[in-house]
Structures are given as structure tokens and as C-alpha cells.
């Protein structure tokens, strides 16, 4: 179409007033052709808005992607490792504690045993900040009128009192209230004020008072207080054994504890069903000894007053079964209370067990080997008489007797029952000096007995080849050997046991673990028929005589009615100053066997350089205690009186 024939524009009527419309404003931005032709300009927008604008939603487009690649992150990335430390927060891994082996006598009754208590703990930092709190808070209330009753503000040191007197009046003198204080107000962040409190006092004060904590401890009892504690030992606060049995039977006494695992809430509450991973504790396995409690407890009593009669610095004494070669009893004086800990007994007290680590030169009663190798070897009879001089000079040594006289004549059963030293010189030429060795072995001195307690010595004896010229004049008297109380008590019960020396144990038994000082192998020392015929002999040691003639030097340890078999013993202790053999310091010895027709006890007792005899009478002798002691265990056993028995002949012709 042309533009001739193109219709003619529409346009809008005018306003009624005849004023022409005003044409459209063009839009922002934008110019209409009519002005760019005109020359005319729009009006210009600012830059910087335009450049704030792009930067705000880089800004926010920035962020935006940041948190998407974080979340990512925690998502897929971090995912297990925060899911593996949320639950460990939650996750809690408890120990179940084994309950420690108890330790009995051969009848089952409680020597140790351990028991559930608790240690009253206390946070002294916190505690008194949350006091002051409460403090602070009480008495602004009380400030706004809105005080109620039992709320009135209570000051720390009111508040601590408080607790101190409450814990004195529930545990009495086993507490101090000024040491509880001082621990209280003190700046450590955790204490215990008391440790071994039973559970229902324990709940008694924390009942009552929530600022004192109540932590689990297992505590070791000692029923008899210091009943075997040289034998038994003690533990630590921590359960674990210090010394004696505790310390070497600690891995087969303490057990192996369990543990398991679960979860907690937020309160601090067990999350039900989260229980898992449980491994029960495996308790402590119990020790049986072969001691007799109330063996023990009057051998210890009557050790004990042997020393403060005789004014000996020690005094010690061993029972055995004379069959089995079992310890019965083995005490030494002075001892102390486990149940009160080492380091609370008196600095005085014994703590260790001297019957098995502390040897010593044994006199006379050590003359048991050369009447056993002299009988055992045919060198002599228990009627032979003997022309005894009052001394003898072997290998440059002149050796006399503890009496002077002249030549006597004393049966073979004399020259032990008056403890001739020169007597049993003689005899120990006739048997020679390989054979004494080796009868020396035999009845195992110079090693240890292998009892099952811990530092046990084996004695002392030298070598064969390196014996001098004056050796032999000193080991047949016991004098240049040394041996333990055990050792000395395992030589007569060899002589008690048909000569088999059964090597001593002390522990019975063992349940659920091996026992660690199972039986040794039997050593046969002599013939039976030796044995018998020497135990007869050494009846001449206790047998009494009023004319004095064919009394013995151990009378004092007879017990009516029993035949008793035994032997006294002196010898010099070297002096620590001189080196050499003191002639005021003795070791005072006695060992025996009762009844001598069926024996069944040996007693060995050594006493440290007594002033006295054991009953505090003149002269130094241990005969009254083994008498004491002999008494007790035969009556105590009901053990039948012995038969008449012949009077044995100690000197001839008189």
C-alpha cells in the first residue's frame, strides 16, 4: 500500500478544556528518537550505585557458595569423623575392679581379705566458690524480702564447719577436724578426707552434704591385726602388695579387672540398652596357707614375751608339721599392724621376716649332723664311752669346752646331751671331712628351702675346696656356717621323718592358679634306723637329773609326761667393732621334737644375744620357750602321752 492510500491516524480527542495532552514521558534510561534528533540528552544514572550493586551480589553470591562448600565438607568429608567424636563425648568406657584374693590359714579362717569402702573426696576450689554463690544468692533474696525458711545465708567458713564436725562425729577419732578443715580451705582442686570408710557411713555424710564426694576403694583387712603380718605383708593404698606374701604373690592375688562400655545422656544417666563391649573382671585368687591361726597367734605372743624377759634384741621361732615339713607357725617379736599401713606402725616395729632372711652361726644345735654321720656310718653307738678331755687342738685351733674339766667319760649320747665340744670333735675326725660336707648338703644348708617367701636366704657354708686348716674345727661345733631359723627347724624335721627331710612350704594351696611353691622333692638324709636311734639319743639334751650327773643342758624345755627330743646351742657372735668372735654376744639357740615315740612338732627358735634365759631367769637359754611352745601344740592337738622311756647314760659310771 502507498503512502497516499494509507488510512489517516487515529488520534485521541482533546481535553474538554482544549488544552493539548501532554505527551507520555519517556522511560528512565532511555532517550525517544525525537529528542536524539532534536539534540536533546536523558538524564544520566551514577556509576557508583551501579558498581555498589555488582559487588553486593558477588558479596552475597560469595557466601552463599562458601556455606554450600562448607556443608558439603561437614556432609561427606567431616561426616565420620564428627559422628566418631560426638559419640565419644558420649561413650563412656568403665573398669570393673577385681576383688582381690583373700589370704587364709590351712582351716580357711581370714588372715587378708578385702572389702568394699569408700574415700570421701572433697574439690576445696569449687566447692567454696559454689558455697559463696549460694552465699551471695541468700542473702540478696534475703535483701528483696524473699528469703524462705531453711534458705538463710550461710557464710564458707560455717558452711566447712559444718561438714568438718559432721564427718568427726560420723568417723570419730580416725579423723582430725582441724586437719579437715585446713584441707578444705586449702588451695588443692581435689583431696581425700578420709580413705576406708565403710559404705553406710560414708552415705551418712553424703547425704547430708552433697559438696562431699564418695569415691569406690577397695580396702585390704586384717582381721588379726598383726596375726602372720611379718609373713602376710601389706598392701597399698592403691591395692597393690608392698611387702611379704601381698608383694610376691601380687599378680595371683590382685586378678585381672573387666570393663565395659555406654553411653551417657547429657544428666550424666546411663542411655538405656547402650551397655556393650563387657568384659567381666576376673577376681583374685584365694591363698590358702598352711599356718594354724591359733599356732600362730600363741607362738607370736609367747616370742614376744621370751624378748622382754631374756632382754635379747630379737627372738624368733618356727613350728613344722614333722611329717610334712608345712609351716605351722613362724613369728618373730615386735612385729606390726598391716591394717594400719607401713608407714603408720612405730619406726621400732619388724616389718620384714627374719626367720627366712636373716641368717646366723647356729652353735651347738648344728652338732645334729656329725651324731647322724658317725651313727649313720658306723663310727660310733649312742652306749660307746668316749675319754673326753676338757679341750682339743685340731689344725693349729685349740677348741675347749663351754665347762672346764678334766678327762670324762661320756657316752656317744653324752657327748651331745652335755654338748661337748671336744666330744664331738672327736667323733667328727672318725666320720672325716668329705663325708661331714656331704652330709652338710644333705640336710641343705647353704641353699634356700624354696618355702615360697620372698627374700629367703640360703645361709652360708664354704665351699669344700676352699675350707682352711681350723674350718673343720669350727662347722661340726656350729660355728663358721650360718643358717635361718627355717633351715635350722627343716634339719630336725628330717630327723622326726624317719630321715627324709621334706623341704618347707608354707603355702597350701592355691585356687584357680598354679601354686607357686608346690611341694618340693623329698631328700633322704640318713637311714630310718639312724634317725630313730639319734632321736632317742638327743632325749639326753632335756633329761633331768637331781644329782646333776646325767642331766642334760636343755632340762628346762622337758614336758611332763611326753618324751621330748632335742638340742641346746651358744655361739659366739662376731663383734662388729673387732671382726673377731666376742665372748659376751651369743646366739642362743634350741631345736626339738615332739613327742620323740610319734613325732609330730619342730620347733626351732633363735634368740639375738640375750642376757637371760627366755623366762627371765638366770643363765641364757631358749629350753622354757620351746617348753612353752611344745606344751601348747601338744595339748592343742590332744597328742597322747608318751610311754615310760629308759634314762639314757651321759657319763658312764656315775
Do not use: C
Not at 120 to 140: G, S, W
Not at 167 to 195: C, P, W
Not at 613 to 642: E, N, R, V, W
Amino acid at each position: 500500500m502507498t503512502r497516499a492510500q494509507r488510512p489517516p491516524t487515529k488520534t485521541r480527542p482533546a481535553a474538554r478544556t482544549g488544552t493539548p495532552r501532554a505527551a507520555a514521558a519517556p522511560k528512565a534510561g532511555h532517550q525517544s528518537a525525537r529528542a536524539r534528533v532534536k539534540g536533546g540528552r536523558a538524564p544520566e544514572v551514577s556509576t557508583t550505585f551501579l558498581s555498589r550493586n555488582r559487588i553486593g551480589g558477588w558479596v552475597i553470591v560469595a557466601v552463599f557458595a562458601v556455606i554450600a562448600v562448607w556443608l558439603g565438607v561437614v556432609q561427606f568429608v567431616q561426616a565420620p569423623t564428627l559422628s566418631a567424636k560426638a559419640a565419644s563425648q558420649r561413650q563412656v568406657k568403665e573398669v570393673l575392679p577385681a576383688v582381690r584374693g583373700s589370704i587364709t590359714d590351712r582351716a580357711g579362717q581370714p588372715i587378708a581379705f578385702t572389702m568394699e569402702a569408700k574415700s570421701l573426696t572433697f574439690q576445696p576450689v569449687i566447692v567454696r566458690k559454689q558455697i559463696q554463690e549460694k552465699y551471695d544468692k541468700a542473702v540478696e533474696a534475703k535483701k528483696e524480702g524473699g528469703t524462705a525458711k531453711g534458705d538463710e545465708p550461710v557464710t564458707v567458713d560455717d558452711r566447712l564447719q559444718q561438714i568438718a564436725k559432721k564427718i568427726v562425729s560420723v568417723l570419730g577419732d580416725s579423723v582430725n577436724e582441724q586437719k579437715l578443715l585446713e584441707q578444705m580451705h586449702g588451695n588443692d582442686t581435689f583431696v581425700y578426707l578420709a580413705r576406708g570408710v565403710d559404705p553406710a557411713k560414708a552415705s551418712a555424710i553424703t547425704d547430708e552434704y552433697a559438696e562431699v564426694g564418695a569415691e569406690r576403694q577397695s580396702i585390704r583387712n586384717y582381721p588379726g591385726g598383726s596375726l602372720a603380718a611379718n609373713i602376710v605383708g601389706t598392701t597399698g593404698f592403691e591395692g597393690q602388695g608392698l611387702i611379704g606374701l601381698e608383694s610376691s604373690l601380687d599378680s595371683i592375688l590382685a586378678g585381672t579387672d573387666g570393663s565395659r562400655t555406654y553411653d551417657r545422656g547429657s544428666d550424666g544417666a546411663v542411655i538405656p540398652g547402650s551397655t556393650r563391649d563387657v568384659h567381666p573382671a576376673a577376681n583374685g585368687a584365694r591363698v590358702v596357707l598352711t599356718l594354724d591361726n591359733d599356732v600362730q597367734f600363741f607362738v607370736q605372743q609367747a616370742v614376744a614375751q621370751a624378748k622382754a624377759k631374756s632382754g635379747a634384741k630379737s627372738v624368733q621361732a618356727v613350728v613344722l608339721d614333722a611329717k610334712t615339713g608345712q609351716v605351722l607357725s613362724m613369728a618373730v617379736d615386735n612385729t606390726f599392724n598391716p591394717s594400719l599401713g607401713v608407714n603408720n606402725n612405730p619406726k621400732s616395729a619388724r616389718t620384714g621376716n627374719l626367720a627366712v632372711t636373716t641368717p646366723f652361726e647356729p652353735g651347738s644345735v648344728n652338732k645334729l649332723i656329725t651324731a647322724v654321720a658317725a651313727i649313720d656310718n658306723g663310727k660310733t653307738t649312742p652306749t660307746e664311752v668316749l675319754q673326753v678331755p676338757g679341750q682339743i687342738r685340731m689344725a693349729g685351733v685349740t677348741v675347749k669346752d663351754a665347762w672346764a674339766h678334766g678327762v670324762e667319760p661320756y657316752t656317744t649320747t653324752g657327748v651331745f646331751g652335755k654338748s661337748s665340744n671336744v666330744g664331738t670333735l672327736m667323733l667328727a675326725q672318725r666320720v672325716g671331712e668329705d663325708t661331714f660336707a656331704d652330709y652338710v648338703g644333705r640336710f641343705g644348708l647353704g641353699s634356700a628351702t624354696g618355702v615360697g617367701l620372698p627374700g629367703e636366704s640360703g645361709g652360708e657354708v664354704p665351699a669344700r675346696n676352699q675350707w682352711s686348716g681350723g674350718t673343720f674345727a669350727n662347722l661340726p661345733i656350729g660355728q663358721g656356717l650360718s643358717m635361718t631359723v627355717l633351715q635350722m627347724a627343716g634339719m630336725y624335721q628330717a630327723l622326726a621323718n624317719d630321715g627324709v627331710r621334706i623341704p618347707p612350704r608354707i603355702i597350701k594351696e592355691v585356687d584357680g592358679a598354679a601354686n607357686p611353691a608346690a611341694a618340693a622333692e623329698p631328700v633322704r638324709v640318713m637311714s630310718p634306723e639312724t634317725a630313730r636311734t639319734v632321736l632317742d639319743m638327743f632325749r639326753a639334751a632335756l633329761q633331768r637329773d637331781p644329782m646333776g650327773y646325767q642331766q642334760g643342758t636343755g632340762a628346762p624345755g622337758a614336758v611332763e609326761g611326753y618324751q621330748i627330743s632335742g638340742k641346746t646351742g651358744t655361739a659366739q657372735q662376731v663383734d662388729p667393732v673387732t671382726h673377731a668372735y666376742s665372748n659376751s654376744l651369743y646366739n642362743i639357740t634350741f631345736a626339738g621334737v615332739a613327742p620323740t615315740n610319734d613325732p609330730r612338732f619342730v620347733v626351732g627358735i633363735m634368740m639375738d644375744a640375750p642376757t637371760r634365759s627366755s623366762d627371765g631367769t638366770g643363765g641364757q637359754s631358749a629350753a622354757p620357750l620351746f617348753h612353752d611352745i611344745a606344751t601348747f601344740m601338744l595339748q592343742k592337738y590332744g597328742i597322747p602321752l608318751s610311754p615310760a622311756a629308759k634314762p639314757l647314760t651321759l657319763v658312764a659310771g656315775k
